[in-house]
Structure formats: C-alpha cells, structure tokens
C-alpha cells in the first residue's frame, strides 16, 4: 500500500489531501535536515512544525496521543521512516510524555 493509498484509507483524505500531506510531510524532512541543530529550540520548533503541517488533515494541535496512529503508519511507509526517527526524538526532547510513541520508538530502536 502506498503512503496516499494509507491516508486515503486510514484517514479519510481524498486524493489531494493525501498527496498534498505527504509533500508536506517530505519538506518536513528536508527542513530537519537543512536546519539540524542539537539544541532543545530546535526540537521544540521542528515538533511544532510536524504539528502544524498535520493540523489541516484533521489532526488536533498539541494531541500527540491523536497523531500517534499516524506517525506508527508513516513508520511502517519505507520512506517516511528516517521522518519518523526525527518526529519521535523531537517529540521527547521537548519535553512530551515517554509513553507517547512508545511502542513506534521501541520498533525504531530495535531496527538499529
């Protein structure tokens, strides 16, 4: 199943909706890696970022427990993996709750 076919299915977008998601999601990506830095701001802002670029597809801001499904989906898509390795410590580095994500981390840490 393709990442649109996923959120098409799983989360009721239309064809443009997913399509548009997961450019976002993409540029996302591109934004950790151009403007990585190890510092507790950057987390904060790039999980923020994460959060505003989903809100528009029906996610809440600030509801990691809602965004959780989707980010274990995304984990299971091969090319949105290495999206999720930066989603889920950024989550943690600003201070969200361990439990969140938890079994998706666990699979993370596990495939390394």
């Given amino acids: 199943m393709t990442v649109i076919d ?7 977008l239309d064809n443009d909706q997913a399509a548009g998601l997961q450019a976002k999601l993409k540029e996302l990506e591109t934004f950790f890696d151009k403007n990585f830095e190890d510092s ?8 923020s970022k994460f959060e ?14 809602q965004a959780e499904p989707l980010v ?14 930066y989603i889920i410590p950024a ?5 969200g709750d361990s439990e969140v994500f938890s079994d998706t981390y ?6 390394y």
Avoid: C, H, W
Avoid at 40 to 47: A, L, Q, R, V
Avoid at 91 to 95: I, K
């Fill in 6 to 12: 996923m959120l098409k299915q799983d989360y009721g």
């Fill in 52 to 65: 505003e670029t989903i809100a528009p597809y029906g996610f809440e801001e600030r509801n990691a427990k």
């Fill in 72 to 85: 274990s989906d995304l984990y299971l898509q091969g090319d949105f993996k290495i999206l999720v390795s």
């Fill in 40 to 47: 507790p701001s950057f987390f904060k802002t790039f999980y």
């Fill in 91 to 95: 989550y943690y580095q600003s201070g």
């Fill in 106 to 111: 666990t699979q993370l840490m596990n495939s």
